[in-house]
Every structure is written in C-alpha cells, then in structure tokens.
Nanobody, 115 residues
Framework: QVHLVESGGTLVQPGGSLRLSCAAS????????MNWYRQAPGKERELVAR????????IYTGSVKGRFTISRDNAKNTVYLQMNSLKPEDTAVYYC????????WGQGTQVTVSS
C-alpha cells in the first residue's frame, strides 16, 4: 500500500532554515516524479517543487527559486525539501505528492515562519 509521511515542519524565524522529509512506502521514489505542494489558509494549493524520475531534474515555483532545494535519497526511499532564507509568506502546510495510478498525498506538515 502506498504511503507518504511528511515530517520536519515547525515554527522557524524569518531567515531561518528547515528541512522537510517525505518517507515513502509501497513504491520506489526513484521511478516517479515526486512533488512538494503547500497550502496556506484561504489560498489554493500550490506546487512548490518537483524532482523527475529520469535524471533527477528539478523545477520550482518562482517564489522559492534560489531558496528551496528538492532532493531524494534512493537508499532511504525518501524525498527532502531543504528550505533556506524562509519568509513569513512560506507559512503553510506542506504536502508530499506522487502520481501512480492515482494521486497520493501525505498528511502534511505545518511550517510557520514568524518572529
């Protein structure tokens, strides 16, 4: 059975850094594109970052380019989102997502950027 479990979200000060983890089971992360989404209260869900299966190419939404890095550890079957220079606008619930036959989502992890 496919499961995605995010962890690492917490309260962090502006300018700080945080690394989110997405532990996957039931499939191999290296065989699929893996995505990080986020959703702030009252706003639409937004694709933040993606890492492709072939070659591990990455894409980012413009607001996080240069600050966030998506990566994967194939041995651990885990995907990461390294977030640097965090801003209050980054406050959201962050979700790991993959499309196999269907879309699968983790439970989400809360990131709050505030003084």
């Amino acid at each position: 059975q496919v499961h995605l479990v995010e962890s690492g979200g917490t309260l962090v000060q502006p300018g700080g850094s945080l690394r989110l983890s997405c532990a996957a089971s039931g499939f191999t992360v290296s065989s699929y594109a893996m995505n990080w989404y986020r959703q702030a209260p009252g706003k639409e869900r937004e694709l933040v970052a993606r890492i492709t299966s072939r070659g591990g190419n990455t894409i980012y939404t413009g607001s996080v380019k240069g600050r966030f890095t998506i990566s994967r550890d194939n041995a651990k079957n885990t995907v990461y989102l390294q977030m640097n220079s965090l801003k209050p606008e980054d406050t959201a619930v962050y979700y790991c997502q993959v499309t196999l036959r269907d879309d699968y989502w983790g439970q989400g992890t809360q990131v709050t950027v505030s003084s």
